[in-house]
T-cell receptor
């Protein structure tokens, strides 16, 4: 599976949009982009995934560039409860997830 | 319950003891995964089951680690002769599809193992 690169940490003001970037320049055509987050002392929580089209659900939006080499997770109105480590993963079908170090997002009041 | 359930939530073992960690996946989920998460790091893959068949155990760090899912539902991860380096959070995840089908993994909250 392709590797991903994420900034180690980001801050966001409460109520503002949080935009979390991810680079996956070696992604292959049939690999999906997945986003998970992990709040302290909990297991990773599924957020969203996509192949090449932008996706939106009740939690977030996923924007994938046309060449699929990068993506952005958008939390439209960040709250304090969104403080967590966010993982971007590229995955082939239902193979195991390979997690990196993720981005530690801190939402500040 | 609706989610993946793991027990115990916390386990303290003396070095050399054997431990057994239990995972109850979401009902009907075909795929089950075990991960190990060291402090401050992302989860690392250990092993994968499709129903009762263990199709991938490439991530198990040594032959002291053994996993089973005999009836294709509940799974147990066993660690024999625990060592201090085994201290970590052990996460279980399940998904509805088999390999080759794209479906999200749903994780439990893990078992925190501390070996003293």
């Amino acid at each position: 599976d392709a590797k991903t690169t994420q900034p180690p940490s980001m801050d966001c003001a409460e109520g503002r949009a949080a935009n979390l970037p991810c680079n996956h320049s070696t992604i292959s055509g049939n690999e999906y982009v997945y986003w998970y987050r992990q709040i302290h002392s909990q297991g990773p929580q599924y957020i969203i995934h996509g192949l090449k089209n932008n996706e939106t659900n009740e939690m977030a939006s996923l924007i994938i560039t046309e060449d699929r080499k990068s993506s952005t997770l958008i939390l439209p109105h960040a709250t304090l409860r969104d403080t967590a480590v966010y993982y971007c993963i590229v995955r082939l079908n239902n193979n195991d997830m390979r997690f990196g170090a993720g981005t530690r997002l801190t939402v500040k009041p | 319950g609706a989610g993946v359930s793991q027990s115990p939530r916390y386990k303290v073992a003396k070095r050399g003891q054997d431990v057994a960690l239990r995972c109850d996946p979401i009902s009907g989920h075909v795929s089950l995964f075990w991960y190990q998460q060291a402090l401050g790091q992302g989860p690392e893959f250990l092993t994968y089951f499709q129903n009762e068949a263990q199709l991938d155990k490439s991530g198990l760090p040594s032959d002291r680690f053994f996993a089973e899912r005999p009836e294709g539902s509940v799974s147990t991860l066993k660690i024999q002769r625990t060592q201090q380096e085994d201290s970590a959070v052990y996460l279980c995840a399940s998904s509805s599809g088999p390999r080759g089908v794209n479906s999200p993994l749903h994780f439990g909250n893990g078992t925190r193992l501390t070996v003293t």
